[in-house]
Structure formats: C-alpha cells, structure tokens
C-alpha cells in the first residue's frame, strides 16, 4: 500500500466543506429522487448524480464569490461551467479507474491520519472525536464505510497524480538557450535628423499631389463602422436644481465633518529618541556648543531623517513636549523633552497655523455634496419606472416626454470618447448593441442611468477628400519632410562608412551602453531597439521616423549578464514553468490514454436532470 503526500485534495476539500455546512443546516445541495443514481461511468465506476451536483454548484457559488454577483445556471451553461465540471470529474474518476488497475491504495493508519487533519471531525480539544466524526456523516447522509471508501481513493488518486507531475525537469541548456537570447543586448549609437536638417522647405502640395497621397493611404482616411445611436440618459448633475436638501442634514453633515472644518495649530516636528536623559542631555550640549548638528546627530544613531520624521503634530499629539515645541521658531531644537518613547530631542520645521472654516462658509460645498448624494437616491429610486414604461412600449422620445430623461443622438465608434460615451458603461453597451435590440435601462457608474436604440449601422467608408484635406496636407508635408531627410541620412551613413565619425559631421548623439530586447528606456524612438537587434557590429542603418530619420549605429552584441540577481531569478522562473507546461502536458495526455484505455459514458439524461432541479 502506499501513503499519499502532501495535503488533502481539492476534491476532500469539497466533500468536507459540503459535511460542515450541511450539518449547519444551509448547503441546499441537490438531492435527486428516483432510480438515476450516476450521470455516467468511467470504467467500471459511475460518477454519482450528488457528487456531480455538488461539484457543479460548488464551482458556481465560486464564481459569485469572485465577481459578487448571483449566478443562475443558465448564465452557468452560456460560460460553459458545467462542461468544466464533467471534465474534471471524469478525469478524477479516470485516474481512479487507473489507480484501482494499478492496485494502489492507503492503509488504515494513513486514513486515521487524513481524518484527524479534518476540523469538522474534531473535539474541543482539537482532537479527532468518533462523535463529532459520526454525526457530520449523519447530517451528510453517508455512512462511514462510504466516506472512508471517497478517501481512500481520493489519496490513492493523489498519489498517483502527484507521481505524473512531479520531478519533470528539462536540461539546464533549455533554461541556458532561452536566457541567451532574453537576457542578450545591443551596445548602439544614434543621431537624430529632424527640421533644422533639411536643406530647403517642404514644397506647396498640388491637388494631384494630395489626391494620389490620399488614395495610397486610404486606410488612414476612412471612417471605422459607426452606429447611429439615439439615447435618453440621466445624471445626477442634471436634477441637481430640483433637488431640496434638509437644513437638519446640513447641519449634520458639518458636524460630522468637524475635524475637517477645524483644524488646530500644529507644527512640523522631527523628533530623536535617546536611551536615557543623560544621553539625550550630552546630544543637547554638543549642539549648543556646535560640535556636531542634527543630521549628525541620527546619521550617528543609524537612522534617515525620514525615520525620525513625525510630520505635522497638534499639541495632543506631543504630550508633555507640546508647550516647549509649540514655543519653539522654524529651526529651533529643543530638548530633552518627554515622549512616548523616552527623552527625545525636537527639531522644529515649520508652523502650520490653525484653520476654521465656519458653518456658511462650507454650505455651498456641503450643498452640492448632499445634493449630488440626493439626486443619486431619487435617479435610482426612479430608474425600475422608466424601465417599465419601455418595457410597456413606451419608445425613448416617449420617455423624454414624459420623464426627465434627456433626449441625445451620437454618431458611435470604438474611438468615440466624448459626452455619454466617456462612460465605460455607455460604451460597452454600445459595442454590443445591435438592431434586435430593445432600449433597456443600463447603469452609467455614477448614480446615472441610460437607454439606447440603434437607428443606423454606417459600414466603413472613405471620409471625402474635401472633408479630410488638411489632414492629407499634413501627412504629405511629413512624408515629404521623411523622404528628404532619408535621402541626408544616406549621403551622412556613406561618409560614417568611409571612417567619418558622428562628431566630424557635426551630429549630436546618444549612446546606449547595453540594452535587452525587452528594455524600454525614457526617451528611446519606437522601433530603433528591434532594429538594433537586426544589425551585425559595425553596421550602419537608416531608420525613418514620422517627420523626423536617425542613424543607427551598432557598436557591440553583448551576451546575456547572467551574475545578475534579475537573470537568476528569470532563468529559475523559465525553468520552473517549462518544467510545468512538460508536466501538464504529460498529465492531460495520461488522462486522455487512460479515458481511451477504459471507455467514458456520459448519461446526458441524468445530467439534463440534474440541471432543471438547479436555479
């Protein structure tokens, strides 16, 4: 017999948090009543109705639990929940079939110890307790001999899996090969052609001109599909005039707010804990005497100014130091003084005087705030009525009408960003809208709400020359501007070529000592590193820009730094994660073999009754 290592398993897991909360009485698991006792097989064992069941809703309650949202089954379905669920139980059961072949198993003094591991079988004491072990069953339905026989399985099951995934590691030269390349760098120097460059001016473009660059770049002149889109919405800003906000309120709220509005004196304080009064009094003298300073005085302590920094302190906040602190001018130390934490010398920084702010002066603020806080209330109280109306036929002009919702038409792109599609809300909703579509209530984030209808779906189409012109002008002068300064850049690289340096030929430049294909330094041109790593030491490269051309030029390939704490931490992580995919890999082709090896039935009517007893 062999012992399974490590932890229990996820599926225990389940089976135990299924014991401990029903014996709470509040699982709700689907219990199915009839002769179906298996929605299908693996071998020679079934996979049971309620372990299906449990499992399914386990993975749901899973899913609300990270998104914070109610799940129905049907929503379950659509994401294909339940298909994962059957997987994993299939492959379970496979690996079980293969274990029972395999003739592994864990003896009873193994099983004692899973049992004891489990919180919901122990005493008070913290020990396992036959009684507590007895009645979690009971309150589950099962017997014993029934759970201990679920164990015994999920541990030979666990060992065998564990036996698959462990221990595959790949060659050193796999982890060696991918940091060579990662980790490789580019030594380069480039300069950068821009305006004061070219010899003359761009020339005035001509209408045939413009035409011919507008036709060859027509992808930059066409409109993306756009949805004509009409719309009502409401915002809490928008009823901000009719909305009445009770002077008892605020009143309340200033009074809530007090330590915002009042705020006292206080004083910019550093402050140096000394062991002993005689310490700190020796600290004192040797400032008054200037032997030594402030600074000296924590350096020597081994501490920054930023550990001895309180910041701004009231006088509650400095106990029996504040009169002295208090009394004290910007610069000043004073000490010893009492602390908290012993003797301490002060250093004063600064004085921030004591602020009032009275009950008038922080209406209007406290107005707009409450009101705002209001009209989110009466939106949200209204928003289940205007969706009423439309779903009683009422169309958005209706609702217009009748409501306070106002009325808007937007023509909406996936680059559209201004008004209502400043939303992320708004705009998602529009991405998905379609024709079919009827106008609904949808949330902005704010406390406003919205519905649209689409009118029109407009297919890309080229914007009219006329109406795009100074665009087109601007994209010919740079690509006339690129062309010129390629052409000054070529005749520069032929006399680099020769032996003229960047320096000769009255270029300023900028060098990078040794960049890896992934670094993004400040100030780097897009697309000059990828180029860089193309080139042979030595060579020389023209590298066009929008308006603006550099010279490249490479000077070193340098292999990758492996002495650094970053490349030894990325080859174990590549090693670690190649070593995984092998091992997951191998696990999936395992539990395809074995599945192959002893045959799956899946009894789709059992699983179709397992899914109507769910909500």
């Known amino acids: 017999m062999a ?59 899973a899913f609300e639990g990270q998104t914070g949202q109610q799940m129905t089954f049907a929503q379950a379905q659509q994401i294909g929940l339940d298909t994962q669920v059957l997987g994993q139980l299939v492959t379970a059961r496979a690996f ?4 029972d072949r395999l003739g592994l198993s864990v003896g009873d003094a193994a ?44 541990s030979a099951r666990t060992l065998l899996q564990g036996a698959i995934l462990a221990g595959n590691a790949l060659p050193a030269i796999y982890a060696d090969t991918l940091i060579a390349y990662a980790g490789e760098r580019r030594a380069f120097t480039y300069a950068t052609l821009g305006d004061s460059s070219l010899p003359t001016g761009v020339a005035e473009a001509s209408d045939e001109d413009l035409q011919t660059y507008y036709d060859a770049n027509i992808a930059n002149y066409t409109r993306p599909e756009t949805k004509q889109i009409t719309y009502v919405w409401l915002t809490p800003e928008m009823i901000l005039d009719s909305v009445e906000v009770d002077e008892t309120a605020l009143k309340q709220a200033f009074d809530d707010r007090a ?25 004192a003298a040797q400032l008054a005497a200037g032997d030594t300073d402030f600074e000296t005085l924590v350096e020597d302590r081994g501490l920054s100014l930023g550990d001895v920094d309180l910041g701004d302190v009231t006088r509650a906040g400095l106990g029996a130091a504040a009169d002295a602190v208090f009394d004290a001018a910007p610069g000043d130390i004073v000490g010893p003084q009492p602390s908290s934490l012993g003797p301490a010398l002060f250093r004063v920084n600064g004085v921030l005087a004591a602020q009032s702010t009275s009950y008038e002066e922080a209406l209007p603020d406290l107005r707009d705030e409450l009101a705002l806080d209001r009209a989110r209330r009466v939106i949200e109280t209204q928003a289940q009525d205007y ?7 009422a169309t958005l002009e209706d609702l217009a009408q009748e409501t306070e919702m106002q009325l808007a038409k937007i023509d909406w792109a996936e680059d559209t960003d201004t008004d209502i599609a400043a939303y992320n809300s708004f705009r998602a909703a529009a991405a998905a809208l379609t024709t079919d579509d009827f106008p609904k209530i949808d949330q902005l984030g704010d406390g406003g709400v919205f519905a649209m209808r689409l009118d029109t779906l407009l297919a890309p189409a080229p914007y009219p020359l006329d109406d795009v012109r100074d665009r087109v002008r601007t994209g010919w002068e740079t690509e006339q501007k690129t062309q010129s300064l390629s052409s000054a850049a070529e ?16 270029l300023a430049t900028t060098a990078e000592e040794g960049l890896t294909r992934n670094a993004a330094p400040d100030g780097l041109p ?47 992580n590549l090693s670690d994660q190649a070593a995984n995919d092998v091992a997951q890999d191998l696990f999936r082709a395992v539990a395809t073999d074995i599945q192959g090896r002893a045959g799956v039935e899946i009894n789709q009517q059992a699983l179709n009754a397992v899914h109507t007893q769910l909500p």
């Open 3 to 61: 012992r399974k290592s490590g932890s229990l398993s996820k599926t225990v897991v389940w089976i135990i948090l299924a014991l401990v909360i029903v014996g709470l009485g509040g699982f709700g698991a689907v219990n199915l009543s009839g002769s179906v006792r298996s929605i299908g097989s693996v071998g020679n064992l079934s996979i049971s109705v309620d372990s299906y069941a449990r499992a399914l809703q386990n993975e749901i309650r």
């Open 96 to 99: 079980d079939f293969e274990a």
């Open 111 to 154: 099983l004692a110890q899973d049992l004891a591991q489990i919180a919901a079988f122990q005493g008070p004491d913290g020990k396992f307790s036959r009684d507590a072990y007895r009645f979690a069953l009971q309150n589950a339905g099962l017997s014993e001999a029934e759970f201990e026989a679920d164990l015994r399985s999920d």
């Open 259 to 283: 330590d915002q509005y009042i705020v006292p004196e206080r004083r910019l304080v550093e402050r140096l804990v000394f062991a002993d009064d005689a310490t700190a009094a020796d600290a």
């Open 387 to 393: 969706d009423d109306l439309l779903a009683g036929g």
């Open 491 to 506: 005749a520069l690289v032929a006399q680099l070529g020769e032996g003229r340096t960047f320096e000769a030929l009255g």
């Open 526 to 572: 897009t697309g000059l590193l990828q180029e860089a790593f193309e080139m042979e030491t030595g060579d020389l490269r023209v590298v066009p820009g929008n308006g603006e051309v550099r010279i490249l030029r490479l000077n070193a390939v340098l292999p990758a730094d492996r002495g650094t704490a970053d490349a030894q931490t990325l080859a174990e």
